[in-house]
């Protein structure tokens, strides 16, 4: 094949049924390797290494490649673990998508911090870096040299790192990939130099072809954008746009007749399909899930989504509430939905984050996270709620104000992760977070314990809610359970410390010393 696309192996797994499990990926690889990998990254490929479901980003650039004229005896989307059946003489490029190609990405973040909380001393990368590196040296990409192009939301790494050479990698691509792959691709069959970076600009949604190989987890993207222009994140992302209904559907077709067991819609925020700014249009919204549970009922698969943001679920509550009873949580399940909470801090918002809380004022947010998730609760689902810590400017005061956060929303049905600042977006090249500078700081320290107890005391509750899908390894079940008791006993030791007090203690003896 002359070109050959794939991921990592954590990335191209279907985790045995469950995408929940794929946080295990972050742990580091010496673990895995050795004891799960198996069990928790399964892949699915033919005899000859095609891929029978793939990473939805890298099955959106064989789309790009087919529309442009690349024919299928060309393009093959392959199975890391069968690059020897396919990577051959005559491959001349091989595009790979990646998610955390170094360990610096958030889930290796907060696992690393978690493992030094538990009182280990976590060695080595994680698992999700090892497998991108097991890729980039496999020993037929070293025999026959294919050029390489690496892409993917976490592709800035090789480059804020330096390490492109190193690897061996001759063009990054940041932001999107479907315009600009088709002519770096040609370029790399012809022989012609490649550029080290090439920038992708926002792709219409006109312009977004379907996927031809069905997405792992039945992954459908309904929208890209949410105009709110957080600094931490890409710029593309200013750029609301909804992917046409006919797209959608023909790919809630394709997975579904593949044997998915459900459609997930992908998106920044659920609600924001239709939506022309960063308010959401309620009855475009319903439109849309009416829409795809046509197709959904047709197979008897479930229909869920991944993201929502808390002020427009308080723009159009009723259409949150709809969309849970009648679509997605349907007779009284649960599901989980993801919200980027970020801070407590109404001061920190308005330096990096001031359109976040639109239109609510900045003031009011801290109320409208805790007034959201409720809505949530109500309507069936469980909120994973994500929140920075050292973002540039935070101060002890920043930090008191999301621990307080966490105190108003500690009885709601949320799993708070609390991650360090990955410097991204409009905040690339503003420095690295020194990991263990988090546990050296009381405040931080406390923060981050908090949201952990929260998020493990919330993971034991809904136990069943993230097991029920894992499919393929009794194992696997066994093991989450342990590993959630495990970490809820280690933590005990942190419960009833109140860093706050000890914190304005030291500033008052500080004060007192300058008197």
Not at 118 to 146: A, E, T
Not at 191 to 207: F, M, T, Y
Not at 225 to 240: D, H, I, M, T
Request: charged share 25%; with cysteine.
């Amino acid at each position: 094949m002359k070109v050959v696309l794939t991921a990592d192996r954590a990335l191209m797994s279907d985790y045995n049924g469950t995408n929940y499990m794929g946080f295990v990926s972050a742990l580091p690889s010496n673990l895995i390797e050795k004891y799960a990998e198996w069990v928790f990254f399964p892949t699915r490929s033919d005899k000859d290494g095609r891929a029978l479901v793939a990473n939805y980003s890298i099955a959106k650039i064989e789309a790009a490649l087919l529309k442009a004229g690349f024919s299928r005896d060309e393009v093959v989307l392959a199975d890391p673990t069968k690059l020897d059946k396919v990577v051959k003489e005559d491959t001349r490029v091989l595009g790979i998508t990646t998610m955390d190609p170094l360990g610096l990405g958030y889930g290796s973040g907060i696992v690393y911090i978690a493992m030094m909380l538990f009182g280990f001393n976590p060695q080595g990368i994680s698992y999700m870096s090892k497998k991108f590196l097991d890729v980039i040296n496999h020993p037929s990409v070293k025999k026959h040299k294919p050029k390489i192009i690496i892409g993917g939301q976490a592709a800035w790494q090789i480059v804020d790192t330096n390490m492109q050479e190193q690897l061996g990698i001759d063009t990054v691509v940041i932001g999107e990939g479907e315009k600009v792959a088709p002519d770096l691709f040609r370029m790399a069959i012809e022989g012609k130099d490649l550029p080290r970076v090439v920038n992708g600009p926002p792709v219409d949604a006109s312009e977004i072809p379907p996927i031809v190989t069905p997405s792992i987890g039945g992954m459908v993207e309904i929208s890209r954008g949410c105009g709110r222009g957080c600094r931490y994140c890409s710029l593309a992302l200013l750029r609301p746009r909804s992917i046409p209904i006919e797209t959608i559907l023909a790919e809630a077709e394709l997975n579904l007749s593949h044997g998915a067991n459900g459609i997930g819609l992908h998106s920044e925020d659920f609600l924001m399909y239709g939506s022309k700014n960063f308010l959401p249009e309620g009855d475009k919204v319903l439109w849309l899930f009416e829409n795809v549970e046509k197709v959904t009922k047709k197979y008897g698969a479930t229909l869920g989504t991944d993201f929502v943001t808390a002020a427009n679920t308080m723009v159009v509550p009723k259409v949150v509430e709809r969309v849970g009873r009648d679509y997605v949580n349907v007779g009284g399940s649960r599901s989980f939905i993801e919200m980027g909470i970020e801070t407590g801090s109404p001061r920190l918002m308005k330096i990096i984050m001031p359109g976040k809380a639109l239109p609510f004022k900045v003031e009011e947010y801290p109320e409208i996270v805790r007034q959201a998730i409720g809505v949530l609760n109500d309507a069936g689902w469980t909120v994973v709620g994500t929140l920075i810590t050292r973002l540039p400017g935070e101060t002890e005061d920043d930090v008191i104000k999301t621990i307080e956060l966490l105190d108003k929303i500690k009885d709601l049905n949320v799993v708070t992760f609390v991650l360090p600042f990955i410097p991204i977006g409009q905040l690339r090249g503003s420095g690295f977070v020194v990991l263990e500078e988090i546990l050296e700081d009381d405040l931080r320290r406390e923060l981050f314990v908090t949201g952990l107890i929260k998020a493990i005391r919330q993971i034991r509750s809904d136990i069943k809610l993230i097991s029920k899908g894992i499919t393929g390894s009794v194992f696997a079940k066994i093991a989450l359970s342990f590993a959630v008791w495990y970490m809820l006993r280690r933590l005990r030791k942190f419960e009833g410390i109140d860093h706050r007090r000890l914190q304005q203690q030291k500033t008052e003896a500080r004060e007192n010393a300058l008197m």
